[in-house]
C-alpha cells in the first residue's frame, strides 16, 4: 500500500516528516503568493463538463521558509497548516489573507467555526497535541492536552466548542472542551487508534489498525462513534479490505456522511462516503469511487474533498471535489502541478491543500461561489 502523507494519515499511523522535509528543502524562493499566482478556473469532469468557477490560491510559505502545506479551512476561509524549513516545522493560520506562525511550531491540523477560533494539531519536540485558540484575531500560546501515560500524540479533529480528537500515544482519545482526556477503547483484534473528525453534537470519526503481513501499513478499520459512546464500524465493500475514516459532516435529518477511503487490495484505494443515521446506527448508504482516490473531508451538505492517484507507481496526482454523484478535477495555481486537497469548510465554499512547485509544496486555497 502507497503511504500517503496525510496529516491525519490516509493509509499510515506513522508520521512522513522525512519526506515531508526532504522535499520541503528545495531551493524554490518565493514565500508569499504574488497576484501571478492567482487563477480562476472552472473544474472539469474528465475531460468535459464543468462545476461552477472558482479561484485558485497560492498561499506561499512563513517568511524564510520554502514549503508549505494547508491542512483545514473553515467558513471564514481561515486556513490552518504548517510552514517549512528554515526552522523546522511551524505551524500557520492564514488570517486576514496573512499567514501568521502560531506560538510554539509543530504543525495545525485542523480548526473550528465560530466567534472564537480553536486550532488544533501537535507541536514541541516531542510532538505532544495541542490547542491554540485565537481571540480577536490573536492566537494564543498552545495549551498542551493531557496524554495520560503516553508520552506523545496529536489533536487532528476539533468542534466549534473547542472537543477535540485524535491520540494519545497509540491510543485513540477525546479531549473535551476544557481539555479532560477520555482514551477511547480499542475494538478487540487491533492495537493503535487515532480520532480524526468530531461534529458540534459530539459523534467522532475514528481509525483502528494492526500489523499484518498482507498489508504493507496494517490492517485498519474506519469508525463512527456516537455522542453516547457506540463504536460502529465503517466497513470496506470487500470482506477481506480496509477502510479508513477522514472525516464527518453535521447531522442533518438524523444522519451524518462520513468521507473516506476503502482498499479491496493494498494498490487500488477508493473514495467512499457513508451515510449513517446516528438515531437507527444504521448505515443508510455507501457510496463508493471507480477512480484510485481518497476523500478525506465533508462538508455538511455532503461535498467531499481529496484527491486522485495516477496508477501504481505513479506520483501524479490531482485535487478533486466530489460534488453529487459526479467528481471534478481543480486545477493548481498558474506554475504548480500534482495537487491534493485535504480540507473542506463547514459550507464548502472552500477546499485546502497543496500543490508542488518544482521540487517544494505550497499550500493551495480554492474558493468557490457562496451556496
Known amino acids: ?68 502545506r494547508a491542512n483545514a479551512v473553515n467558513d471564514a476561509g481561515e486556513v490552518v497548516g504548517y510552514s517549512c524549513c528554515a526552522s523546522g516545522n511551524r505551524a500557520f493560520i492564514r488570517l486576514s489573507g496573512i499567514l501568521t506562525a502560531l506560538p510554539g511550531g509543530g504543525n495545525a491540523l485542523a480548526i473550528s467555526n465560530g466567534s472564537i477560533r480553536h486550532v488544533v494539531g501537535w507541536a514541541g519536540p516531542t510532538s505532544l497535541p495541542v490547542k491554540w485558540t485565537v481571540v480577536d ?27 477535540a480528537v485524535g491520540n494519545a500515544g497509540n491510543e485513540a482519545a477525546m479531549w473535551d472542551a476544557a481539555g479532560n482526556l477520555t482514551i477511547v477503547p480499542t475494538p478487540q483484534g487491533f492495537v493503535r487508534g487515532e480520532g480524526r473528525g468530531i461534529d458540534n453534537e459530539g459523534h467522532a470519526v475514528f481509525v483502528f489498525s494492526r500489523p499484518d503481513a498482507g498489508w504493507p501499513n496494517g490492517i485498519a478499520i474506519g469508525y463512527l462513534r456516537l455522542a453516547t459512546g457506540e463504536l460502529m464500524p465503517l466497513p470496506a465493500n470487500a470482506a477481506n479490505g480496509i477502510s479508513y475514516a477522514n472525516g464527518l459532516s453535521a447531522v442533518n435529518g438524523g444522519a451524518v456522511q462520513v468521507a473516506g477511503s476503502i482498499y ?19 448505515i443508510v448508504s455507501t457510496e463508493v469511487r471507480s477512480e484510485i482516490s481518497h476523500a478525506v473531508g465533508v ?43 485535504w480540507g473542506i469548510s463547514p459550507s464548502g465554499a472552500y477546499q485546502a491543500g497543496e500543490a508542488i512547485v518544482q521540487l517544494s509544496r505550497k499550500a493551495t486555497l480554492w474558493t468557490f461561489p457562496s451556496p
Not at 32 to 49: I, N
Open 137 to 163: 484575531g490573536t492566537p494564543g500560546a498552545p495549551a498542551i492536552l493531557n496524554v495520560g501515560a503516553a508520552t506523545w500524540g496529536a489533536a487532528r479533529g476539533v468542534n466549534d466548542a473547542g472537543a
Open 299 to 341: 462538508s455538511d451538505a455532503g461535498v467531499a474533498t481529496g484527491f486522485t492517484e495516477g496508477q501504481s507507481n505513479s506520483l501524479r496526482t490531482s485535487a478533486v471535489r466530489w460534488q453529487g454523484s459526479e467528481l471534478f478535477t481543480l486545477n493548481a495555481f498558474k506554475g504548480g502541478k500534482e495537487g491534493k486537497a
Open 264 to 282: 479491496a487490495s493494498a494498490s487500488t484505494p477508493t473514495a467512499v462516503r457513508w451515510t449513517v443515521n446516528v438515531v437507527s446506527m444504521q
Open 1 to 68: 500500500m502507497r503511504t500517503i502523507e496525510r496529516p491525519r494519515h490516509v493509509g499510515s499511523f506513522m508520521f512522513a516528516f522525512a519526506a515531508t522535509l526532504a522535499m520541503a528543502c528545495a531551493s524554490d524562493v518565493p514565500t508569499q503568493a504574488t497576484q501571478s499566482e492567482y487563477a480562476t478556473a472552472a473544474a472539469r469532469k474528465g475531460d468535459a463538463g464543468a462545476a461552477a468557477a472558482y479561484t485558485v490560491t497560492n498561499l506561499g510559505a512563513l517568511p524564510g521558509d520554502n514549503s508549505s
